[in-house]
């Protein structure tokens, strides 16, 4: 079982966003995406999703259709050797002030508890500035994914990752490069 683990938005970080998604057909990885999580696997890191699925709360799909979404992302990852070690899902709407609705670190929280980690030893990986303040709220090191150059600052005056790019080969090398930066600081080099 991993001691460390990079916590991971599901739309737009490793799937296509796509509204309110229900359909297990639409599911559909994002381009180099297995490969990202692949190379986190060789590092030694545990791979949980953390997702705010409004939906649920909206009525606009069910429990079962959520399921059936991560059915579908376990199985296109399978395909690709890999697996998940969670997946924590928030179905309430922003009004309802949750205490795991992103960027609220409920999920982290809960995640660390199953999984005994210590939140601040985590990393969080997400598209949105909801994905970089829930990172903060918990003291993890942060990466944002952004497709393209325009997309770096919009919503982030006040949620600055820790780094940002393009996808997950980027963020693993993030990861690599943040993990061997503590590993050195902790051996006091």
């Not at 709360?57 to 395909?79: C, D, P």
């Not at 697996?83 to 995640?111: N, S, W």
Request: hydrophobic share 45%; net charge neutral; proline share 5%.
């Amino acid at each position: 079982m991993p001691s460390r683990f990079v916590l991971l938005d599901r739309d737009g970080t490793l799937i296509v966003k796509r509204p309110y998604l229900c359909d297990p057909r639409a599911v559909e990885l994002l381009p180099r995406a297995a490969e990202g999580l692949r190379a986190m696997r060789r590092l030694g890191w545990g791979l949980i999703v953390a997702t705010n699925q409004s939906g649920i709360g909206r009525g606009f799909f069910t429990w079962e259709q959520a399921a059936a979404v991560h059915a579908r992302l376990r199985e296109l990852l399978n395909a690709e050797g890999l697996f998940l070690d969670d997946i924590f899902l928030c179905p309430h709407t922003p009004e309802e002030q949750c205490r795991c609705r992103k960027p609220a670190p409920g999920m982290v929280y809960d995640a660390a508890a199953a999984w005994g980690f210590d939140p601040r030893a985590s990393i969080v990986i997400g598209d949105a500035a909801c994905d970089v303040r829930l990172g903060r709220a918990v003291g993890a090191f942060t990466i944002r994914t952004v497709q393209t150059a325009s997309a770096v600052a919009h919503g982030l005056e006040d949620a600055v990752a820790d780094e940002t790019v393009r996808d997950l080969v980027e963020a693993a090398a993030v990861v690599e490069r943040h993990m061997r930066c503590v590993e050195q600081s902790s051996s006091g080099r």
